[in-house]
């Protein structure tokens, strides 16, 4: 059962996330041949004072 875990920013809608699954779903499918239903996608969002650049957060970044 292959798991991808995907972090990323928060902001995205629902409507982008279910498509980020989808379409991760669908690569690993063709990359390794691994039955659709048995795929994971583990969407983490974090907060945007959670991830810094260059020694500072996204947020004061204003990313």
Not at 19 to 37: F, Y
Not at 41 to 56: S, V
């Amino acid at each position: 059962m292959p798991i991808a875990q995907i972090n990323i920013i928060e902001g995205r809608t629902d409507e982008q996330k279910e498509a980020l699954i989808s379409e991760v779903t669908d690569a690993i499918v063709r990359a390794i041949g691994a039955p659709k239903p048995s795929v994971r996608i583990i969407i983490n969002e974090m907060p945007k004072q959670h991830f810094g650049i260059a020694g500072e957060s996204v947020k004061k970044l204003g990313k």
